[in-house]
């Protein structure tokens, strides 16, 4: 098991690497002067420039400022913010709680649903709540959910009126920030009404950002389900005589999870990227707007930030998915 | 053998044989593939996109970029207000709907086949060079798709773009970018699979050169796959555009691209639903339709599949 760890933990080395590869490339790639670039757009005197010239380390070999760059990143320095001049990481760490709330919910609803619906589909194939669901399934996946999200807000909030267009909470609540997570700093200020206008704002970008990993999650499901129920020990536990319920639920459920697993954790990488889209739909105060922001007012400090600390989110999780799939299954360990 | 006339028939056996042995693996494939309704119903779709496309200046009732003064936000024809000169209703400065999303079909189509085409050229190179040569340009060329596959895709296509500038050219190669190492990954794992194939063996002994042995021999036993990814590939960058004319980082207005499209009708979406509905749904149909032959090509193409 140690062999397995120390194996996995070797191989994110290069990753790690590369990460941040391209994103010190990145602002060397951009048209122009990298300084003027850092800088933004209103430009820098001659002396001004020579300073920044020495303080950003251009003046040193490629290799001694990729060396600095990284030194910097363990020490938690990922730059400044030329739009805010606060450190990249406050600003990050400030946003992130919203979209690990928003992803959370979303991957929540996403297993909710999929999972069962993929299980009924794999059980009663051919039927036609299998047809239905894996068409349903099928235009999930093709869904271009920014027009997905407006969509839901023409209908739930433009016709019927039932949730906001947009925002985390309404803005008659006021209170301090605990945890940064809405749902839990409106139980936590006692305000009549705070956390009933939290899940409101919640529900639509949920089910948006949620739309795509349903689908794949259901799909992954059925199939796995399909492949698990042919197999001779479900046979066996039918032959035993052992209820429908049973046979699916504890027999071919068990092994059937295993893929699953493995893709809802996948999915981080979809969530991250599908945060960007959602989070502007419904001006969520998040990381995903905040890097659309950032490249949209050229604040590339911040771009440069964002993309390495996203980046090394999604390999932590996919790092983390890969040992438990290991955990859970010894096949892939010993090999 | 010496015979020159003996030689003149048995080639043309052989090439009897061999155009016989094509029919029977496209009859097979089309039976495999007409099994599956939803496949053959996205084929027509696909097909109908394909024709409004390519017919689109002469089909269109209106100028896509005609903005009509006296025409303002029309609502679809069988609303009250509605008219037969704009079936689908006006945009907010007059355009005709119908027709940019006619003329939409254009863009959408055309970065389909660029970007899966710059992708699928660029990772059967990088793939086959992994897959057949091993050893360090291995490690090298896979641990550099890993990177690449360790950013998530739209973001990564954001950056790229904010690197070459918005616009509709450099979405599509930042989207090629972003897609090519599954193609890579699929040609690597392919070759590798095949490489140690007797025929493969036996054209070595054979004499034939690496050249030949990549391109000649191992990869035309490794198009299948890549023909199920490249068809998912293609809705992958019709979405992925027009996610990016969405964000305002793709197509420029005012093109008629279906995601820019959407980005200009957003401020419209409580007054004007049919601004925002019917470019989404021309994106969520194509999709949908080339999803579906995806589907259906992997069920023909996959053995393991054809025989449950």
Request: hydrophobic residues 55%; contains cysteine.
């Amino acid at each position: 098991m140690l062999k397995f760890l120390l194996n996995k933990l070797v191989l994110i080395v290069p990753t790690f690497i590369g990460i941040t590869i391209v994103a010190f490339g990145f602002v060397r790639v951009l048209p122009g002067d990298p300084i003027l670039a850092l800088a933004g757009e209103r430009g820098v005197e001659p002396e001004r420039y020579q300073q920044l010239l020495v303080q950003f380390g251009f003046d040193r070999p490629i290799w001694e400022q990729y060396f600095t760059y990284v030194i910097g990143l363990f020490q938690g320095d990922f730059g400044t913010s030329i739009a805010t001049k606060r450190p990249v990481l406050n600003e990050f760490m400030t946003l992130f709680p919203a979209t690990v709330e928003l992803a959370t919910c979303a991957i929540i609803f996403a297993t909710l649903v999929g999972i069962p619906a993929g299980i009924i589909s794999a059980v009663k194939r051919g039927s036609w709540f299998d047809q239905l669901t894996m068409g349903t399934a099928l235009a999930g996946y093709s869904m271009p959910i920014f027009w997905w999200g407006l969509l839901l807000i023409i209908l739930f909030s433009g016709v019927l009126g039932w949730t906001p267009v947009s925002g985390r909470i309404s803005l008659l609540y006021f209170f301090p920030q605990v945890t940064g997570f809405m749902l839990i700093d409106s139980l936590l200020s006692g305000q009549a009404g705070a956390f009933r206008s939290a899940v409101m704002h919640l529900i639509l970008p949920t089910i948006v950002l949620g739309t795509i990993p349903l689908a794949v999650i259901a799909r992954q499901t059925r199939s796995a389900m399909l492949e698990v129920l042919g197999e001779d020990y479900v046979r066996t536990a039918r032959a035993k005589g052992l209820e429908q319920v049973q046979v699916v639920g504890v027999h071919a459920l068990r092994n059937a999870m295993i893929p699953v697993i493995t893709t809802i954790g996948l999915q981080v990488g979809v969530l991250l990227g599908g945060a960007i889209l959602t989070e502007t739909i419904f001006s969520w105060p998040g990381i995903g707007k905040w890097m659309l922001d950032s490249i949209s007012r050229r604040d590339y400090p911040s771009v440069q930030g964002g993309l390495v600390l996203i980046a090394l989110i999604v390999m932590v999780v996919n790092l983390t998915v890969d040992v438990l799939y290991g955990l859970i299954n010894p096949r892939i360990r010993h090999q | 053998m010496t015979d020159p006339t003996l030689k003149n028939i048995d080639q043309d056996v052989v090439r009897e044989e061999a155009r016989k042995a094509r029919w029977s693996v496209l009859n097979e494939f089309w039976h495999y593939f007409s099994a599956n309704k939803g496949a053959v119903l996205g084929l027509c779709i696909f097909g109908f996109m394909i024709l409004m496309a390519v017919l689109a200046p002469l089909i269109a009732p209106h100028d896509p970029n005609l903005q009509n003064r006296d025409a303002f936000l029309v609502p679809p024809v069988w609303q009250d207000g509605g008219s037969w000169a704009y079936m689908l209703g006006t945009d907010a400065v007059g355009r005709d709907i119908l027709s940019r999303l006619m003329h939409g079909a254009r863009f959408s189509l055309f970065i389909g086949v660029v970007v899966v085409t710059i992708s699928l050229i660029g990772g059967i190179l990088i793939g086959l060079i992994a897959g057949y040569f091993r050893g360090w340009v291995d490690t090298l060329i896979m641990r550099v798709m890993d990177i690449i596959l360790a950013f998530p895709s739209l973001l990564l296509a954001l950056v790229l773009v904010a690197i070459l500038g918005p616009g509709l050219v450099n979405a599509m190669i930042a989207i090629a970018v972003v897609l090519q190492p599954h193609f890579a990954r699929l040609t690597r794992a392919a070759v590798m699979s095949e490489s140690n194939r007797e025929y493969v063996t036996s054209a070595k002994v054979a004499g034939a050169g690496h050249m030949r042995l990549m391109f000649k021999t191992i990869l035309p036993n490794c198009v299948a796959p890549l023909i199920v990814q490249a068809t998912l590939s293609f809705s992958t960058a019709i979405l992925d555009a027009a996610a990016l004319g969405f964000l305002g980082m793709g197509a420029q207005p005012p093109t008629p691209e279906w995601g820019t499209m959407l980005a200009e009708a957003r401020e419209f979406v409580l007054r004007a639903w049919w601004v925002v509905t019917f470019p989404g749904i021309a994106i969520l149909v194509t999709v949908l339709a080339i999803n579906l032959v995806g589907d259906g090509l992997r069920d023909a193409l996959d053995p393991k599949l054809k025989r449950s």
